[in-house]
């Protein structure tokens, strides 16, 4: 043993013959391992790229979180382990082991730690949201000088901890290497950064971004070794194992970050499909501007959104889940007061956790199939469906970070249809761009409920911190429309919608008060409900125009109601001829055609183009009701030209102006309003109906509830009034035998198809079935004389207001008055106006008459 301890001391003696310390030892690169080293690099680089283009923005802890791990990635794999892999490849001393560089762990660690706060640093600087040229581009600059200062830096501080060589650098060297990764670092971080403001989102684009910056830590580092000279400092033996050792971990951080790459990767594309498949689902989605008509968008490009259902479980082939559709009005109730369900919420989620509805169904699953309630008890199929709304609700909430659920803003009051173009195929034009030819509509397509904003700066900057982004619809059109599957006509046309929706529920407006003429198109469509003609920018407004500021008096009621009955052309025909002979006229009269003319002018103007304005109905008779936005009864009077239309009629000349929405929508927008007392009934009836369902515990709880139908609970009654009854039988002493005349006229509520029992079994209130809707008020007969009282028992029953009933609206009276009138009713006879020549009858009138400033 020792012989060979001997031999081998002196083969190094030997080896080590020709160097000394002092000495300059020669050196040559190893090909392959430069190979490696730079596809070592490229491993942490596009890693680094990926998350950059994925992380989140603004000041949250999570992104502040993320960017540290872009800087790790970068520094760390990147650059760190490039470089031990890349000295791997120096061979000093034709590959004497004892000659090969040592390291010191201190500077090694320094090394890896320096990289990752310049990096830092320059990702920090890269994302300030700065949108002017001149700084934006500045930035781009020192970000890149930071970038580039990192490599160098982690490159000379790690050679620094070589403890045998002292490392000659000549200074021609080092300028050219700082060039390199500086000049490298800000073309590649400013082309990264450039893409990802211009939303282009192209995976070979990214690649060339991470390549480029490779090539500069590479570049820096082989351009400073080339002019490397290494002076022996110290002799000490270095085996393999040690020499490997950094080359082993850089290796292993190259490997994590190929596999995270490709994690990162197949994360993306299973989120795309995720978003894919949700143009097929029903979701919340929120569309907020800011100040400069910027769409509010998530860090992939997309509204913000979050899933409500599977799909709308429709009971016929004949429904459809729109604006007409019962459930879409409740929803519009609570989307406008969100104190009725928001205490209701954690339990509906609970309960929807136990009880998922959409397991194990098709598209066309009846009521018996998908619902989970009695339909006979409940005789509502959508409970989940709402319930999933609201907790969908809070989710979006949630994400927002918003505090409570106002954050969301305005429900836009259509449900819009996603679905309507295949699967993108990205073959031909720009990648992600959907296909120009459509796909036919099935009953699978999904729906999208909107909820608008428009936000003041104070709110940008919320969800700016929150990570969302703000960019032209121009540059995001093409992932959102790839995401809803719809076209980029259809979705400009759908986002110009939207933010006219979001102008105009942020206008104030003022009360209508006085007296209008309001024209009222009703058209009934097939296998649905009716629909009114509206203003098309504001849907909840029909057409009109103000005849007097102040409400009319007594006088002008009288004087207009002789024109009851009338149409339009009619009236037209004879407001324009006395206005034409006003000499005839009284002063009193002459104020009242003057603002008849001006009025019926106005309604001329806006729609008297029509086919179908002429035929429109008078009616006299004013309307008493909240108009507009005032919330004040009496002080507005409106008069309606009412006409049910033909189904084939429609707006052909002013499409752009006038729209057909749902009757019982616009009735139901203008009874909430902000302060009603509907949003009490509101809160009253969802407690109502929710209450009994998610206090339940338990599935066997859950199964009596559908097992209690309403005769279970009729059964319960009438148990109860027996009971009574009996009860008051047996203990009120002063009840006596029924002898009047009326007695067997009365039919028992138990069995309404014969005669009652006879008295004496039979208790005080003949049988009457008390409901919550009725008081009953009892008289005692034995009190005072019995002469000149009616001897049978009496009972007086009071109804009491149901408050499950809505209040009546201006357009529910229209409704009635439409209903009432022909659609075409026979010229009236008409009073002959003194006017000594006969009117014109063939031709139309119209209203190009001159006011009159008297």
Known sequence: MAASLTFVETMEQIDHADYHVGSIVPWHFTPGIIVASFFASLTGTLLTVELLHRKRLGKSLMSRFQLFCCAVSMGLIGIWAMHFIGNRSIVLADGQDSLQMAYSPGYTTLSCIL???????????????????????????????????????????????????????PPRFIIAACIIAVGDCIIALALFFYFKEKWISVFWK?????????????????????????????????????????????????????????????????????????????????????????????????????????????????????????????????????????????KMRNHIRRHNPYQHESAFSTSNQSSLYDEEAYNDSTMLFRESFCVAAQDMTDRLQGKDLSILGHLYEQVVGTGTLPTPVRKGGKSGEPSSEKAPYTFEKGQVLYFVRRLLPTEEEHFLASGYRFAPLARVETYISRTLQVSIGSLETQVQALKNFADLVNQPVEPKIGAWFVCFAMIAKVQRNFEVLVRKDEQHEIPDAMLNDIPLNNWQLNYISTFDGWTMFDFIRVVKHKDLHSSDLSQE????????????????????????????????????????????????????????????????????????TDLKFLSLRQQYYPGCSDQGRLRRAIHAEF?????????????????????????????????????????????????????????????PFEPSMPPSTKGLWGGILATTDTVIVEHDQSAGSVEMKSMGPRVTATAIRDESKEESTYVDVLYQMAKSRPSLLPKPVMPRPNIGEKLASTSRPTLGLQTNSG
């Open 115 to 169: 990289p990752i706060m310049g990096l830092t640093c320059a990702f920090y600087l890269a994302e300030l949201p700065l949108k002017w040229g001149t700084a934006r581009r500045t930035i781009d600059i020192l970000s890149g000088v930071f970038a580039g200062l990192s490599i160098v830096g982690m490159h000379y501080v790690g050679n620094l901890g070589a403890t045998n060589y002292k490392l000659i650098y």
């Open 206 to 346: 990214r690649l060339g971004c991470a390549v480029l910056l490779a090539v500069a830590v590479c570049g820096m580092h082989y351009t400073a070794s080339v002019g490397c000279t290494y002076q022996l400092k110290l002799i000490h033996p270095v085996t393999t194992a040690q020499r490997n050792t950094s080359v082993i971990v850089a290796g292993t951080l190259c490997c994590v970050a190929a596999v995270l790459t490709l994690g990162v990767l197949f994360w993306a594309n299973r989120r795309d499909k995720v978003l894919l498949n949700r143009a097929q689902q029903v979701v919340i989605a929120c569309a907020f501007f800011d100040q400069n008509d910027q769409v509010m968008v998530t860090n992939e490009g997309n509204f913000p959104s979050t899933k409500i259902a599977q799909r709308f479980n429709i009971q016929s082939f004949n429904e459809e889940f729109n604006a007409s559709h019962p459930t879409f009005h409740w929803i519009w109730k609570v989307a406008h007061n969100w104190p009725s369900v928001s205490d209701l919420i954690g």
């Open 589 to 660: 009269e002459l104020d009242m055609i003057h603002l008849l003319r001006d009025c019926l002018s106005v309604l001329h103007d806006q729609i008297g183009n029509e086919d179908w304005f002429n035929e429109l109905i008078f009616n006299c008779r004013p309307i008493n009701a909240r108009y507009g936005p005032t919330s004040v009864y009496g002080n507005t009077q409106v008069f309606g030209f009412t006409r049910l239309l033909d189904i084939h009629c429609g707006v052909s000349k002013n499409s752009d102006q006038f729209a057909f």
């Open 691 to 751: 209450g009994p369902i998610l206090t339940k515990k338990n599935d066997s709880e859950f199964d009596d509830v559908r097992r209690g139908s309403v005769a279970h609970f009729a059964n319960k009654q009438r148990s109860f009034l027996r009971r009574k009854r009996s009860s008051l039988s047996q203990n009120d002493s002063l009840v006596k035998p029924d002898s009047s005349s009326e007695r067997g006229l009365v039919y028992d509520n138990e069995n």
